[in-house]
């Protein structure tokens, strides 16, 4: 007997349990397949729907626009009206320019008085006691230069204004004009209250208080 037939005649036989677990899985697939090709009923996808509900979007309205405030008017407030200042006639007065001398001394010079306005005024009446304008006559005028002026050059013009009593002596000094250093003004105000002394205003035969104007000069070429 050949190798041949004996293979033939030794051939095994499948199994009835595998034959009948490969139908069952064709079977099943067969199935599957089945179900899954039908169309999906109204009912079946409502059933869907309420599993997996759909994400509804809401549109926001923007918001309204404001109408524009209305504009702001600025209304100038009313300013009183300003009285205009009386203007007083002017007095002219001149007076000579005082110049220090070596030793601090000044020879008084000779200075003609304005005439005084004496107008409505009768014998024996009382002279008023408000200080009046005029050029007065210097007694005494030392001026010293400021050994600190001296050593920076300083120069220039003090043009003052002195209030003198009856009696000659300088009440109050005021700087109506510098000479552009602070030093020469305070030290020409300062010398003049101190130790100038002047001839007072007369008014009808009686000294009064006046306002004169009194230049001091510190010029360096005198030096």
């Known amino acids: 007997m050949s190798s041949a037939s004996l293979a033939i005649a030794h051939r095994t036989h499948p199994e009835p349990a595998r034959i009948a677990a490969l139908s069952a899985a064709i079977a099943l697939n067969l199935a ?5 090709s039908r169309p999906i ?5 409502s059933i869907a729907r309420q599993l997996a509900p759909v994400q509804r979007i809401h ?3 923007p918001p309204a626009v404001l109408p524009a405030p209305p504009p702001i008017v600025l209304t100038p407030l009313p300013h009183p009206a300003t009285p205009a200042p009386a203007r007083l006639p002017a007095t002219p007065t001149v ?3 005082v110049v220090p001398s070596s030793d601090g001394q000044i020879a008084m010079p000779t200075v003609t008085l304005p005439a005084l306005t004496t107008a409505g005024l009768t014998h024996g009446d009382p002279v008023t006691a408000a200080p009046v304008e005029a050029s007065l006559a210097y007694r005494l005028a ?3 230069f400021p050994v600190q002026a001296l050593r920076e050059r300083m120069h220039g013009i003090v043009l003052l204004r002195v209030l003198v009593d009856e009696t000659g002596k300088p009440l109050d000094v005021v700087v109506e004009h510098g000479s552009g ?3 020469l003004d305070r030290s020409a105000r300062e010398q003049v209250l101190a130790s100038w002394r002047f001839q007072p205003a007369m008014v009808q035969g009686k000294p009064v208080r006046a306002w004169a104007r009194v230049p001091v000069s510190f010029d360096l070429r005198e030096q």
Not at 41 to 45: D, F
């Open 142 to 144: 030392p001026l010293q």
């Open 41 to 45: 009923t109204p009912a079946q996808l």
């Open 32 to 36: 599957v397949i089945v179900i899954a």
């Open 95 to 97: 007076a000579p320019v």
């Open 59 to 61: 549109f926001i309205d």
């Open 181 to 183: 250093y602070g030093l």
